[in-house]
């Protein structure tokens, strides 16, 4: 069955970086992008961008480039999100995403949450 | 402010249908599929619609989606308690060139 298993969550500092991973199973890792959501606490989906997991190439929605990459090994079916010099408002809960079509997300990883505090 | 506009809230009680707009424009949901998803308390958002109306397997018939011009409608009927969650439309944008989702909005089953 399908499954992307995300890595569990992470406290951090302010300037800190951290690097999410999302394992894919179950299917062809090459035939879906992985595209990844954030949600900040009490509010709603916010859609940061999507690789291509047949050639690793990323493509960041506005407001996500910079400071955050997304990443994948192939030889492990997994893609990641890094994100660098975190600020307290990078606090969310990050998911991923296998994409049958543009924003059509039919499996989800279980999220992983980052917070950032001093 | 989302691309989409959804209304914050809906309340229904259990047995009764409840209807949950997705307002956009042209460059979205007038020339695109739009996807619904449910989001329980605490969980990952799920796939409930794809392609305007269409349903997952597994997704019981309860559940519908219809689009018209700019604007979708995701309705469910035979209310559950177990629907309460938060809803949110979500499709790519054109002009943009990015995926963009709905505000969401709160289902309460009284």
């Known amino acids: 069955q399908v499954q992307l298993a995300q890595s569990g969550s992470e406290l951090k500092k302010p300037g800190a970086s951290v690097k999410v991973s999302c394992k894919a199973s179950?299917?062809?890792?090459?035939?879906?992008?992985i595209n990844w959501v954030r949600q900040a606490p009490g509010q709603g989906l916010e859609w940061m961008g999507w690789?291509?997991?047949?050639?690793?190439?990323?493509t960041y929605a506005q407001g996500f480039a910079g400071r955050f990459v997304f990443s994948l090994d192939t030889s492990v079916s997994t893609t990641y999100l890094q994100i660098s010099s975190l600020e307290t408002e990078d606090t969310a809960v990050y998911y991923c995403?296998?994409?049958?079509?543009?924003?059509?997300?039919?499996?989800w990883g279980q999220g992983t949450l980052v917070t950032v505090s001093s | 402010q989302s691309v989409l506009t959804q209304p914050p809230s809906v309340s229904a009680a259990p047995g009764q249908k409840v209807t949950i707009s997705c307002s956009g424009s042209s460059s979205n949901i007038g020339n695109n599929y739009i996807s619904w998803y449910q989001q329980l308390p605490g969980t990952a958002p799920k796939l409930l619609i794809y392609?305007?109306?269409k349903r997952p397997s597994g997704i019981p018939d309860r559940f519908s989606g219809s689009k018209s011009g700019t604007s979708a409608t995701l309705g469910i009927t035979g209310l559950q308690t177990g629907d309460e969650a938060d809803y949110y439309c979500g499709i790519w944008d054109s002009s943009l060139s990015a995926g963009v989702f709905g505000g969401g909005t709160k289902l309460t089953v009284l």
């Open positions: 690789i291509n997991t047949n050639t690793g190439n990323p």
């Open positions: 995403a296998r994409d049958r079509k543009s924003i059509e997300f039919d499996y």
């Open positions: 392609d305007n109306s």
């Open positions: 179950g299917y062809n890792f090459g035939s879906h992008s």
